[in-house]
């Protein structure tokens, strides 16, 4: 996927020999009991998702780990591009992973005991290329067809000073990857001799945004075959297991951009197991991610998810666009959607790694279904809107829109239902054309107009305990779609979502249950005081 995406999780089995421990049964929610999930914990020298594992939500419960060695705008030839971070990869002063009297942030996740997914985005090799912005790296810095060729017919054993210099750049740098391996392999087997390390080099080949994608399929499949003979033969690393990790692709680029994933395949002897890195927010009907699925299942290898989450420039991604460098909308996105899918659709998946960042589930809502096979309890609310010309539409929940967008129809009436086990209830008030505010009803009750043909425009919305008090232990979070004004800011408790006295149509509505003092409450009251 892009550089800097923020991203992931993962899932593993059972029965397989020799890929990842295997799950404890726990109470069953929608993720099958054969997978095992985990968290992509950072970049570099930058692992800062580490500490989910000591979240009550998530401990014991995050059965792999996955990070990158290397970030791909590191500092890779000379001293004209220092001003890009050092990765353990970079060239320049010696990274601070050599240093014997160093504890980094990998050696931390060793001692976790965990199995572990590696990454190695390695930058560019060839030095001329400058090493810009993460959205020029992404799609400007392509090796040549010619260098690449060169560089995937070379046994990595046999470079030496006679060596072109991209070729002696990309020596050294997976020697480093080599040492890095072998360090953290002897840091995990003290604290777990039974985990497994899986490599997972070059992903997302059948994509064009990395310098080895999108590039001669043979010749691919040689620089694959090369590293994998280098890590395993030459430097006998026999424990090592090589994950082979395609791309689902980017839905806003052309189809023509992704191609099938088993063109790159290098071969059952050199892989050992089979990835995706889906990002979606409705995986359960992608046809991108069901095409690469059914190709990386049909090799035969136990599959999973090394990458996961919500789709890049989706509805949840609270950093600038790589592309663009605009922000895009943002808003929590409902990981029981991945969970559901994965059940029904994606069951052969053993693994599913969620990425970090904006897409941490800690940052999203119902996170724990991907890890606990149970959804966060009373987080979930539903709701069901009419709609002018439609009638009642059918129920949604946890902030998916209910009502239509750009249509110019308005929404009539709404009923709003919060199942729960905290003695909590829903009170919402509608402001109704010609009416005004409306009395307060709840608990699925109508708001608003039917059969009526009045124009809903604004609601308020509470949650409230038997004495009318209002809830000090969840919050609701919600806004109005507005008739020549697009979504409206967000607001909570009982605020005013909409206009009033403006004689504007509401014409669709999202809302969210979010239990206090949580990672996504701090997200959505930051976007509430900020009239986001």
Not at 157 to 179: A, C, E, H, T, W
Not at 256 to 266: E, I, Q, R, T
Not at 507 to 522: G, L, Q, S
Request: hydrophobic share 35%; net charge negative.
């Amino acid at each position: 996927m892009i550089l800097n995406k923020r991203k992931k999780v993962l899932i593993s089995m059972v029965t397989m020999v020799g890929i990842l421990s295997p799950l404890a049964n726990s109470k069953v929610y929608a993720i099958p009991t054969t997978c095992n999930s985990g968290i992509f914990v950072g970049r570099a020298e930058n692992l800062d998702a580490i500490d989910i594992m000591k979240d009550p939500n998530y401990t014991g419960k995050v059965s792999i780990v996955g990070f990158d060695v290397a970030n791909c705008s590191d500092n890779n030839s000379d001293d004209n591009h220092k001003n890009h971070n050092e990765t353990a990869i970079g060239n320049g002063p010696t990274p601070k992973w050599h240093n014997s009297n160093y504890t980094s942030d990998f050696l931390n996740v060793a001692q976790q005991g965990k199995d572990t997914m590696i990454s190695a985005t390695l930058p560019n090799p060839v030095p001329s290329q400058e090493i810009g912005s993460v959205g020029q790296i992404a799609y400007g810095s392509q090796i040549s067809d010619a260098d690449f060729k060169e560089l995937a017919s070379v046994d990595i054993k046999n470079i030496n000073q006679s060596s072109p210099y991209f070729v002696r750049n990309y020596g050294q740098m997976v020697s480093k990857l080599g040492d890095i391996i072998e360090k953290y392999h002897t840091e995990l087997m003290d604290s777990n001799g039974n985990a497994t390390i899986y490599l997972r080099p070059f992903h997302e080949m059948n994509s064009p945004w990395l310098w080895w994608g999108f590039k001669n399929q043979d010749d691919f499949k040689n620089l694959w075959i090369h590293l994998h003979n280098y890590l395993v033969n030459d430097r006998k690393f026999t424990w090592l297991k090589f994950c082979f990790a395609a791309s689902a692709g980017d839905p806003s680029l052309d189809p023509a951009h992704v191609k099938g994933a088993n063109s790159y395949y290098p071969g059952n002897n050199y892989v050992d197991t089979v990835a995706l890195d889906g990002y979606s927010d409705d995986p359960s009907n992608d046809s991108g991610i069901k095409k690469q699925y059914a190709e990386l299942t049909a090799t035969g290898k136990p599959f999973g998810f090394a990458e996961l989450g919500a789709k890049v420039d989706g509805d949840f991604v609270n950093v600038p666009n790589e592309r663009t460098q605009q922000n895009v909308e943002t808003r929590p996105f409902n990981y029981q959607k991945w969970s559901d899918a994965i059940q029904k659709y994606y069951s052969n998946a053993k693994y599913c790694i969620v990425f970090g960042g904006a897409y941490d589930p800690r940052n999203n809502l119902h996170g724990t279904s991907l890890f606990s096979n149970s959804q966060e309890p009373n987080t979930s609310i539903n709701y069901q809107a009419h709609v002018q010309n439609i009638g009642w539409q059918d129920s949604v929940q946890d902030g998916d829109a209910a009502g239509t967008i750009e249509k110019a129809l308005r929404m009539e009436a709404i009923k709003i239902n919060y199942p729960n086990n905290a003695g909590l209830h829903v009170e919402y008030s509608a402001q109704v054309q010609n009416k005004g505010w409306m009395p307060a009803v709840r608990d699925g009750a109508i708001a608003g107009t039917v059969q009526e043909g009045l124009r809903m425009e604004a609601i308020k919305i509470s949650l409230k305990d038997s004495l009318g008090n209002v809830s000090n232990d969840y919050s609701v979070y919600y806004r109005a779609q507005v008739q020549n004004k697009g979504w409206m800011p967000w607001v909570k408790n009982g605020a005013i979502a909409g206009t009033v006295q403006e004689g504007l149509r509401m014409e669709a509505i999202e809302i969210y249950v979010v239990k206090n003092n949580t990672p996504v409450a701090n997200f959505m009251d930051n976007k509430v005081a900020n009239a986001q």
